[in-house]
């Protein structure tokens, strides 16, 4: 039989969020109205384990993202966004929501401060984060560019190059995204077409991860996160990220390259031994295959929409890279720091130790997060980004939130952020006559209060902003 008479087994594609679905069930029939459940649904304080968005709540399903409607622009009116937003903040039960610890930045898109509460100071952002990154990404990386998992020979040795791509597979997954553009078994099969046409019938192979450096583990990460099934180790080298039959491996690279060699083998290539670690060579004899990734809009895009940690770190590393750093945790973050300062995104307080927002001891302030977002929309390369952040009540992480009553769904794009007792979101609402208002709403001192609750009482800020007549009447002139 030759190797294209062999059949194809189709991989299943691994599902996430079954443990939120679990939580959510729990909490809406046990009448969770507080925090001290945390101890029984997670045996201590819930980690972002618990609050990562399934896979299904992203905008997998659709052939294109959802664009934002055409809006007015203008100077908005600071009383009317004060009289929207006052009564929420001041409101006695709604602070018990929001906690001691409440930072609010609203803005125009002409980089007018409209309304201010501790703006400037620092809270624990979790994953609203990602937008710093995204935004770094937009601006250093060429939004069409894409990254590249090749093999090149090296005398008798196959090396798999890693090329950083986030969203490598495995195989093909039978409902593709717009993301699922590489897989490792359409590199096997190019690879052993290329080693055949050269009379090549035995290889060993080596697979080279080191475009990225550093640890691949942040230390600002809790400890149990990596042994906790929280996050894969960041790796340019991986294939679904790592994660075979739900479980996220500790050596992604290795374990790509142990399924890589069974793919050659199904494509009747012989390998000698098991996979090592080698580095390419400057001068390869030949480069076998390669498979291109999406785009890096198109990454940012699902990165944003999903809260996807691992594509945040790769993507940090490549802004590392980039902006002429290491691909490191410290080279990625130093480089979004920069490119903040440079574009004048205040940056008070920032201290950044991921791309993800996965370590508490990251440090943003509502004044950073509107401004990236203010900043994002007045310039060409980076605008993409606020059509990437998922809408109230419809798509991604927003999906199950805003419901049908309230005024932001809909009319509010933003990125969520969510750890025990921390819960942020920062993007933009339409207003009632159509102008667009930034915000960023942050708290990180809610560990006794029900999160749904806290996330209830930000949502409504963001939706009150929605509901208010805050820009010019376009009727006036």
């Known amino acids: 039989m030759t190797r294209r008479d062999r059949g194809r087994v189709a991989l299943p594609w691994a599902l996430g969020g079954l443990f939120l679905a679990v939580v959510l069930v729990a909490g809406v029939g046990l009448g969770w109205t507080s925090g001290r459940l945390n101890p029984v649904v997670c045996g201590g304080p819930c980690g972002p384990e618990a609050v990562a968005p399934p896979e299904a709540l992203t905008l997998d399903a659709a052939p294109q993202r959802v664009q934002p409607d055409p809006v007015m622009t203008g ?86 190059v890693g090329g950083g791509d986030p969203y490598l597979a495995s195989s093909r997954p039978e409902r593709p995204t717009r993301v699922d553009r590489a897989d490792l078994r359409t590199l096997a099969e190019r690879t052993a077409a290329a080693l055949d046409d050269a009379g090549v019938g035995e290889v060993s192979l080596g697979y080279d991860a080191g475009l990225f450096t550093g640890p691949s583990v942040s230390p600002g990460w809790e400890d149990s996160y990596v042994p906790g099934q929280v996050v894969t180790p960041v790796s340019a080298l991986w294939a679904d990220q790592g994660v075979r039959d739900g479980i996220r491996s500790g050596d992604p690279a290795r374990a790509a390259a142990d399924r890589f060699a069974g793919y050659l083998q199904d494509e009747g290539i012989d390998v000698d031994g098991d996979p090592d670690r080698a580095d390419a060579p400057p001068d390869p004899q030949r480069v076998l295959a390669a498979v291109q990734s999406a785009t890096v809009a198109q990454i940012v895009d699902a990165t944003l929409v999903r809260s996807d940690n691992e594509a945040a770190e790769v993507l940090l590393r490549h802004v590392g890279l980039a902006a002429g750093g290491p691909g490191s945790f410290e080279g990625g973050t130093d480089a979004v720091a920069a490119t903040l300062t440079e574009a004048g995104v205040p940056v008070q307080g920032l201290r950044l130790d991921d791309g993800s927002g996965l370590a508490r001891s990251n440090r943003i302030a509502p004044e950073t997060l509107a401004g990236v977002l203010r900043v994002a929309a007045s310039r060409a390369s980076t605008s993409e980004l606020l059509a990437d952040l998922p809408v109230g009540g419809l798509t991604g992480t927003l999906e199950d939130r805003f419901d049908e009553d309230s005024a932001g769904r809909g009319l509010v794009r933003a990125k969520t952020g969510t750890l025990t007792g921390v819960h942020s979101l920062a993007g933009y609402a339409t207003d009632a006559r159509g102008v667009p208002i930034v915000f960023a709403v942050m708290v990180d001192d809610t560990e006794g209060v029900n999160p749904f609750v806290t996330q209830a009482a930000i949502d409504d800020v963001a939706a009150a902003l929605a509901a208010c007549t805050c820009g010019p009447d376009a009727t006036q002139s």
């Open 75 to 160: 100077a908005l009116d600071p009383d009317a966004v004060r009289a929207a937003v006052q009564p929420l903040l001041e409101d006695p039960a709604r602070r018990a929501e929001l906690g001691d610890r409440l930072g609010v930045a609203v803005v125009g898109l002409d980089g007018t401060s409209v309304f201010a509460r501790d703006a400037a100071e620092a809270f624990v952002p979790a994953s609203t984060t990602k937008l710093l990154t995204a935004y770094a990404a937009l601006s250093l990386l060429e939004p069409g560019s894409r990254f590249s998992t090749s093999t090149v020979l090296d005398g008798n040795e196959v090396v798999l």
